[in-house]
């Protein structure tokens, strides 16, 4: 059997949390983590949720423009991810997380879910739909 694959959707303020199932079939979404302002003691705490779950692989979304070009918030992305890669032996890939976070406000809102509860797990939805998308890609190149 794989390891599970871990999934972080990273925000200026929360981090959104997923986890694949033991199979790496299907992404489910975990607690939200709430950043402490404090850039490495986040980075440590993240590196330690994926290693205490029993992830074998780490996927972090990256914020793109939607034209594809990169944002102020790619780079501050790109240097969390950077430091994670430091921090944990683990494999680190990204995922283009581009309507990630709109696709999950949509459902939570067709759900009735309200708004200060939509701010708990949405982050964490959205990393599930990234973890989606890359379990997706790693199946179709098996396939091939």
Wanted: with cysteine; glycine share 8%.
């Amino acid at each position: 059997m794989e390891k599970r694959i871990a999934a972080f959707d990273i925000g200026d303020k929360r981090i959104g949390v997923a986890f694949s199932d033991p199979f790496n079939e299907y992404a489910m979404p975990g607690e939200t983590y709430f950043r402490t302002g404090k850039f490495d003691e986040d980075v440590k705490a993240i590196a330690r949720i994926a290693e205490e779950r029993g992830a074998g692989t780490i996927v972090c979304g990256l914020p793109v423009n939607f034209d594809g070009t990169d944002s102020v918030q790619t780079e501050k992305t790109a240097r969390f991810i950077q430091a994670l890669r430091q921090s944990t032996s683990l494999p680190v890939y990204t995922e283009d997380e581009r309507f990630t976070t709109m696709e999950a406000t949509r459902v939570l809102i067709e759900g009735g879910v309200r708004r200060e509860k939509r701010k708990k797990s949405v982050d964490s939805i959205a990393a599930a739909y990234i973890l989606e998308g890359y379990l997706s890609k790693i199946k179709k190149e098996k396939r091939l």
